[in-house]
């Protein structure tokens, strides 16, 4: 009895250790339990801070990103818009230019108009060119016999007022000839230049020849401005000095063989003649862009001046032509070309020699020309280097002008150019009967 009372006893220490151990392994259970949960929500809170914040990093991207797109959007509108302001004030320049140029033409013509119709007596045409006429004024034009203009050029000009220099030979009918030079200041009215005095022009010769033809009014009707020269005809081998008259108007085709991109047509109005000179207004039609060139009265040239006002002059001038144009003739002539900008100086040696007539064709028609050689050297004389270079020209008394020339030049690197001009178009003044 007592054995198994112990017995009984040791399984209730037994079943208590293993309510305890059953006990402690549901705690621990439970216990760890919590701590999974815990952790899982620690790790669902560490996953959701982690998309958020990638959340927010893909917004901050997105807004650089769109931020960036918009800047480079706005700096590509405002390029445009800059480079479309630049194109208009280019192009407002342009406008200018050529306003300021064809102003200033306008003021060499209206002098030089003044003159033509003080020499055909058209006193009523001379009155309206003058600003502030007179009847003192009037008896003085009704009392010239005749005037000649020698030269002429544009000192000045503004949108208002301009001056012109120029030189001239006049006769009234109770004094002898005389020859004058000063300026004439004009003003532009309703539109218009006007001469505003004549005044400044001073007497510089009393030993004058008169003109050999007699210049008879013409009628005020049949007159439009037009100064007139007369040429002989060629004969077998010569060509006279050409004829040349305000308005008449020439287009060239350029032909670069090595280079077709630079092919050009350009487009030549004489604006002015004188016994000194030509002048010349020459258009690029492929571009817009306007020259003024010189030329003495027998295609030599003078000069080339951009809108500007810079270009290059040539001292003496370039001797391409010799008139009269004598198969057999030639000459050798050395000139100096300044570039009126930046002072550079090249000396231009020309060997020119007269060939024989031919019967030449270009888009403007066929034409019996004399053709002339011209073997040319230019020499920097900064560097020292030198371009050599051959000019075949085909001058046309019909035109008065080279109708085609062949240009080949080879630089100081041995580089080889050639170029052919031909006239495509030849618009005389009509001057009537």
Same mark, same amino acid.
């Given at each position: 009895m007592q054995r198994y009372g112990e017995e009984e006893r040791q399984a209730e220490r037994q079943r208590l250790i293993e309510e305890e151990r059953q006990?402690?392994?549901?705690?621990?259970?439970?216990?760890?339990?919590?701590?999974?949960?815990?952790?899982?929500?620690?790790?669902?809170?560490?996953?959701?801070?982690?998309?958020?914040?990638?959340?927010?990093?893909?917004?901050?991207?997105?807004f650089e990103q769109n931020q960036q797109q918009a800047k480079i959007e706005q700096e590509r509108?405002?390029?445009?818009?800059?480079?479309?302001a630049l194109l208009q004030m280019q192009a407002q320049q342009e406008r200018e230019a050529q306003r300021v140029l064809e102003r200033n033409n306008?003021?060499?013509h209206t002098v030089q108009f003044y003159f033509e119709s003080v020499n055909r007596h058209q006193i009523n045409k001379v009155i309206d060119i003058l600003a502030n006429p007179t009847d003192k004024t009037r008896k003085v034009l009704e009392n010239t016999e005749w005037v000649r203009l020698n030269d002429?050029?544009?000192?000045?000009?503004?949108?208002?007022?301009?001056?012109?220099?120029?030189?001239?030979?006049?006769?009234?009918?109770?004094?002898?000839?005389r020859e004058y030079a000063g300026s004439i200041p004009l003003q532009w009215r309703d539109q218009e230049w006007k001469i505003v005095t004549l005044k400044q022009l001073q007497q510089v010769s009393n030993t004058v020849k008169p003109p050999v033809t007699d210049h008879a009014p013409d009628r005020e009707e049949e007159y439009e401005g037009v100064t007139e020269t007369e040429v002989d005809s060629p004969d077998e081998s010569v060509a006279n000095a050409p004829s040349v008259t305000q308005g008449d108007r020439y287009i060239y085709e350029s032909?670069?063989?090595?280079?077709?991109?630079?092919?050009?047509?350009?487009?030549?109005?004489?604006?002015?003649?004188?016994?000194?000179?030509?002048?010349?207004?020459?258009?690029?039609?492929?571009?817009d862009s306007i020259r003024q060139l010189e030329y003495t009265p027998e295609w030599n040239f003078l000069s080339s001046k951009n809108k500007?006002?810079?270009?290059?002059?040539y001292q003496p001038p370039l001797k391409y032509f010799k008139f009269p144009l004598t198969t057999g003739d030639s000459w050798n002539q050395?000139?100096?070309?300044?570039?009126?900008? !930046?002072?550079?100086?090249? %000396?231009? @040696?020309?060997?020119?020699? /007269?060939? #024989?007539? +031919?019967?030449?064709?270009?888009?403007?028609? !066929?034409?019996?020309?004399? %053709?002339? @050689?011209?073997?040319?050297? /230019?020499? #920097?004389? +900064?560097t020292g280097k030198m371009t050599v270079g051959k000019d075949i020209s085909w001058y046309a008394p019909d035109v008065g002008r080279s109708v085609k020339s062949l240009l080949t030049s080879t630089s100081p690197d041995g580089q080889q150019e050639k170029q052919t001009i031909q006239l495509l178009e030849y618009h005389p003044v009509e001057t009537g009967d």
């Open positions: 006990a402690e392994m549901q705690r621990l259970i439970e216990e760890g339990t919590q701590q999974a949960v815990l952790r899982m929500q620690e790790q669902q809170q560490e996953e959701q801070r982690r998309a958020e914040q990638a959340r927010q990093f893909e917004v901050q991207r997105l509108i405002d390029e445009q818009n800059a480079q479309q306008q003021a060499l002429i050029a544009l000192a000045s000009a503004d949108d208002d007022q301009a001056i012109v220099n120029v030189r001239f030979q006049g006769k009234s009918k109770d004094t002898a000839a032909i670069y063989p090595n280079n077709p991109k630079s092919n050009n047509k350009t487009e030549r109005v004489v604006a002015a003649v004188t016994n000194k000179k030509i002048l010349l207004y020459s258009k690029n039609l492929t571009s500007e006002g810079a270009g290059l002059t050395d000139s100096t070309e300044t570039n009126t900008k !930046t002072g550079k100086k090249r %000396k231009h @040696t020309i060997k020119a020699s /007269v060939g #024989d007539w +031919e019967e030449v064709t270009v888009p403007a028609g !066929t034409f019996t020309a004399i %053709k002339v @050689t011209a073997q040319t050297t /230019v020499i #920097d004389l +900064e």
